[in-house]
Structure formats: C-alpha cells, structure tokens
C-alpha cells in the first residue's frame, strides 16, 4: 500500500533498516549515515526527513538543506519529487549519485525554475590504504585559531559554490558550523606566517566513512603540492580511525584529480550537485 500512496516519511522504527541500506553503499551514503548515526531519524534533531516508497531497501531519499536521493527507480524518484513540490523549497541543492540526481532534477526543474549551476560529473573517490606523502605540517585546527581559518574557509566557500556563506545572517550560521567542526577535531590546516596556507575538513564522518571537503590552499602558495600532500594527511587521519576516506571532486579540476591520484585515491561512483538561488 505505501507503495501506492508515494513516498513517505519514515519513523524510528525504520530505523534498523535505513542504517543497513546506507551501510551497503557506504562511501556514497556517507554525508545521510553520519547524520542518523548520530541524531537517528527524527526530523527535528536531525533537520531532514528520510522518505521511502516501498521501504527503505528498494527505495530512499534525504531531505532537508540538501536534497539527497540515496535509492530507487524512476517510479520513486518521481514521488520523491511529488512530495518534495507539495510544499516551499526547503533544499538548497541536491547532490547524491548522478544516476539518481540528474533525474530528479529533470523532474523538480520545470516548477523550482533553473538552476545557479549543475555540476554533472563529479569522481566519488575513495581510499582505503594509509598513503606515504602526508604533509606533518598539516594539523588539527585548535580553537583558539578559528578566526585566521575562518578567513580561509570563507574563502574557499565564495571560489567552490559561488556564493558568500556570511550572506543573510552576517556569518553566524557558517561560523557556528565551523566551529562545530573544530571541537570536533575535523578541521584541518597547515599555517605560514600567521595565515592558512592549506585548509581541509572531514565534512561528514560515518562509522565506515570519513568524506574530506573544503581543500583549500592559498593562491598565493598554488604549484607547491601543499594540495596533495595536505589532503593525504586528512586522508591518513581518517584511515588511522578505521575508516574509508572519500570525496567528491568536479571532472573539470584536473589538477586536483591528479593530486588525489597521487594520494591513492580511486573512483567509486560519480556524483553531481545542482545548486540552487
């Protein structure tokens, strides 16, 4: 009957289920796993719903400030996008496996108009053993420190999505979030002279998955491998945690597929994000 009526929010009694789906695909589940892992299903802890056609093991979908379509044929990507048109637009992208994303897009475009940018080819790499080139300059950022990583991590913001994350709240939000990140010993940074010269964090941190975003090195330090080798000493962190590192990187950016080659990075999938005014 589900089935019939569309796609659903799930409760905590699906619980057990949806973390067996995500553990089956673990790399690409990362950024919804460690949100569950950590705050379960309910919406108002974890600031999105999980919503399913079926259950989760034929289909799935997160929805909150990102739309992330995790599982499903056709059928379910059209009742995820039915019910995410029912009301506001809450996302303000989606991102999840291309073959999944793209779809979904085609579908919610006609009503939510176009989009600021579709990035449609973009490696899910992963790495599974320790690489030898890690950066030992590269380290945890302390608090005391956040407001020169702060300067760096805006502006990596403004050069990856286009867009000042300070806009609307005069930078509370993205300040708090950073923060977040820093007494959560996920951020990462190699320092010269007083300034963030390398920047990195485990943006999402699964019990199987640690996915690595924001790198970041400074133009001015550009064509000096602080990328590679800096990535690599997150990379290895996470590894020596038990745990894969992943990421995500656009098809365009050859030097930086280059440099995660380099590290031992290999292509797992292929995800695309659609961001969105």
């Not at 044929?73 to 039915?82: H, I, T, W």
């Not at 030898?132 to 420190?145: C, F, Q, S």
């Not at 050069?159 to 951020?187: F, N, S, T």
Request: aromatic share 6%.
């Amino acid at each position: 009957m589900l089935k019939l009526l569309g796609a659903k929010a799930l409760t905590r009694r699906d619980t057990d289920e949806v973390l067996r789906v995500l553990r089956s695909d673990p790399v690409a589940s990362c950024m919804v796993a460690s949100r569950i892992e950590e705050s379960g299903i309910e919406p108002r802890v974890n600031h999105g719903e999980l919503w399913s056609r079926g259950g989760p093991s034929s289909s799935l979908c997160f929805s909150g400030a990102n739309l992330v379509p995790l599982r499903g044929e056709v059928d379910d990507l059209r009742s995820f996008a039915d019910r995410a048109l029912r009301g506001p637009r809450l996302c303000s992208s989606l991102v999840g496996r291309a073959e999944l994303t793209l779809p979904i897009w085609s579908m919610l475009e006609p009503e939510w108009g176009s989009a600021r940018e579709v990035r449609a080819d973009q490696p899910l790499l992963a790495l599974v053993v320790r690489p030898d080139t890690a950066d030992p300059a590269v380290r945890r950022v302390t608090a005391d420190e956040i407001d020169v990583y702060l300067t760096a991590a805006v502006a990596m913001f403004i050069e990856e999505v286009g867009v000042d994350p300070r806009a609307g709240d005069g930078g509370r939000g993205y300040r708090r979030r950073i923060a977040d990140l820093i007494a959560a010993g996920r951020a990462w940074a190699r320092f010269e002279d007083g300034q963030v010269v390398f920047k990195a964090e485990v943006g999402s941190l699964s019990r199987d998955v640690g996915q690595i975003q924001g790198v970041w090195v400074h133009p001015l330090c550009r064509g000096r491998g602080l990328g590679s080798v800096g990535t690599a000493a997150v990379a290895a962190a996470v590894i020596d945690g038990g745990r894969t590192a992943s990421l995500y990187v656009n098809s365009y950016n050859v030097p930086a597929r280059r440099a995660y080659e380099r590290i031992g990075f290999r292509q797992v999938g292929t995800f695309a994000t659609v961001l969105l005014d």
